[in-house]
């Protein structure tokens, strides 16, 4: 008897882990702090973007992301138009936030010897590492 209880302990644990990975749960995940709304580096963006729905500052976290993906792509955007900009970043769909936010948090969850970088450089990074432009540095 004691052998079918921890294999379904086993089971339990593992059904958990698989749980825990697919809601984007990280190791390293921590609650949004006031700092992080500062976006000093790109392990703050990687705080607001990627925030659990049961943090006590979710909602606030997903605006200022949602806010700050949006400044930098209608920035980078009209830097385009204006020639100011060369295109670095090739989608082939139309960019959501939603996506981005998805792309950005997938990126720093596996690069984070890259948070002390600045947010907007993690943020085209993060974006060249999916929809790069052919002849674009890919890093």
């Not at 400044?71 to 138009?81: D, H, I, M, R, T």
Request: charged share 25%; hydrophobic share 40%; aromatic share 10%.
């Amino acid at each position: 008897m004691m052998r079918l209880r921890s294999g379904r302990r086993t089971v339990l644990g593992a059904l958990i882990a698989v749980v825990w990975m697919a809601t984007g749960a990280s190791a390293d995940a921590r609650s949004v702090e006031p700092d992080d709304f500062r976006f000093d580096d790109a392990g703050a963006l990687y705080h607001l973007c990627g925030a659990s729905a049961d943090d006590e500052l979710f909602e606030e976290a997903r605006h200022a992301c949602y806010g700050f993906l949006y400044g930098v792509g209608l920035f980078y955007k009209e830097a385009l138009n204006a020639g100011r900009a060369r295109k670095v970043v090739c989608p082939k769909e139309e960019l959501t936030r939603e996506t981005m936010r998805e792309q950005y948090v997938t990126w720093a969850g596996a690069n984070p010897d890259r948070m002390d970088l600045s947010p907007v450089d993690a943020l085209f990074l993060a974006a060249q590492a999916r929809w790069p432009c052919t002849g674009s540095p890919h890093p």
